[in-house]
């Protein structure tokens, strides 16, 4: 099996025989980068795990400004919140490069979480994680300014995404400068500037839709 799959929270803590009856009854389903998958406010019935590519969560303000609350990429998991507190989808979810996901039915979940209480704890640790990512993300917007933020999206993201290579810590991210600004929350703009900043003093090189962190001591003290 899949070793994203293997690593996801509803397989993790699953036997073999197990993994393998819960992955046949799931559906594969591929999205082109760009598809929304759902919508904000949306009902909800399908809890998805990323297998190939990325796929970002976001939230858009009434007057139309978006944020992005993820990006996710193979082994994540997302879309239980409907299930457990229902109500429509919290967030859009759109590919962020072509991907593959599989899908399975609330209805489907349930007996499992019931059934099989290591289920239910690997989803719970999803959302204890979540919890603290998104309560230090706050205290972030509050008390860290742009380029403290746009240090630690960039060392978050290479946790995802990262690959070592020949001179540092590659990272596909595949965001364009305007989603890596919704992502940390600031003007495209000022976000742009702190890379700039951190370009010039050798902290990372930009490429295509990726960034190469060239000195994560600098970047992690600058993320604090
Ligand atoms: P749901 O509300 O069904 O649809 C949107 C999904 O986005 C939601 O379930 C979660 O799985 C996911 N999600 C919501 N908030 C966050 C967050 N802060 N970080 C990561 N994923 C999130």
Do not use: C
């Not at 509803?10 to 929304?36: P, W």
């Not at 990323?50 to 858009?60: A, D, M, S, W």
């Not at 992005?68 to 193979?74: E, I, M, R, S, T």
């Amino acid at each position: 099996m899949d070793d994203a799959l293997r690593s996801a929270p509803l397989f993790r803590e699953l036997d073999d025989e197990a993994a393998a009856a819960l992955r046949d009854s799931m559906d594969e389903v591929r999205v082109t980068r760009g598809q929304v998958l759902f919508r904000e406010g949306d009902a909800g019935d399908r809890v998805y795990v990323v297998i190939e590519g990325k796929v970002k969560l976001g939230r858009t303000a009434p007057d139309g400004r978006e944020n992005l609350l993820a990006v996710l990429g193979p082994g994540q998991m997302f879309g239980e919140l409907s299930l457990f507190d229902p109500g429509p989808r919290s967030a859009t979810a759109t590919a962020v490069t072509d991907s593959m996901l599989l899908g399975l039915g609330h209805e489907d979940l349930l007996p499992l979480l019931t059934g099989r209480p290591e289920v239910a704890r690997g989803l719970l640790l999803q959302i204890a994680q979540r919890l603290r990512r998104s309560n230090e993300a706050m205290a972030d917007l509050v008390f860290a300014d742009v380029p403290g933020r746009v240090a630690k999206a960039l060392l978050d993201l290479s946790q995802r995404f990262g690959a070592a290579s020949r001179d540092g810590i590659r990272v596909s991210h595949d965001l364009t400068q305007e989603e890596l600004a919704q992502l940390v929350g600031a003007s495209r703009e000022t976000v742009n500037k702190a890379l700039a900043d951190f370009v010039h003093r050798g902290w990372i090189r930009l490429e295509q839709r990726s960034v190469v962190l060239l000195d994560l001591d600098r970047l992690r003290r600058r993320a604090r």
